[in-house]
């Protein structure tokens, strides 16, 4: 015979006749750890509330900080564009009042030109205005038309009109005239 046939078929339990105040102490134990277990799960479902809540109130901020940043940003730019509203009002009124002479307005337009043009560098626009033959570059420049021309193939010959960029990335790429291949 093998030793699985002699040997009892469940050796770990206990005969039927289980102590009463064992049970019951088991029994109680269960029913404690029961009601622990149900307490976390309280305790954790709170903490889960208050996490979720709070997520929701920082993603709340973030969209509102975002929004002001984008607000302000632009209150920025047109307060920098308001000195050069002015030249030109100023401008308009001494010439309607027949005030100056055409050197004196040409020579404020230049002046109002500066005061733009450094408004806009405050604000990081930047021109784009290659000198004849600089080589094309697709991503700053836009080709008008090819032309013969006594320079290097897709160089540019001229500028139609000024490209600008904005923090490195193209608001407006430059009208160029480009020489064509011999």
Do not use: W
């Not at 009463?20 to 750890?33: F, K, M, V, Y």
């Not at 002015?86 to 309607?96: E, P, T």
């Not at 027949?98 to 002046?111: I, S």
């Amino acid at each position: 015979m093998s030793d699985t046939q002699n040997t009892p078929p469940f050796p770990d339990t206990e005969p039927a006749s289980m102590n009463g105040a064992a049970a019951q102490a088991d029994t109680s134990e269960a029913l404690a750890r029961v009601a622990e277990l149900e307490a976390k799960n309280v305790e954790l479902a709170d903490a889960y509330l208050r996490a979720k809540a709070e997520m929701e109130n920082i993603r709340r901020r973030a969209d509102e900080e975002v929004a002001k940043s984008r607000k302000f940003a632009v209150e920025s730019f047109a307060e920098s564009l308001l000195p050069v509203c002015d030249s030109l009002h100023a401008a308009i009124a001494a010439q309607s009042a027949g005030q100056g002479t055409p050197e004196q307005l040409l020579e404020g337009v230049q002046a109002t030109l500066r005061q733009l043009s450094q408004a806009l560098e405050r604000n990081k626009v930047v021109e784009v205005n290659p000198p004849a033959g600089t080589k094309f570059d697709p991503h700053q420049h836009q080709a008008i038309s090819m032309v013969p021309a006594d320079q290097d193939p897709n160089t540019v010959v001229s500028v139609l009109q000024k490209g600008y960029l904005i923090a490195e990335r193209v608001l407006r790429p430059a009208l160029v005239m480009v020489a064509a291949p011999k």
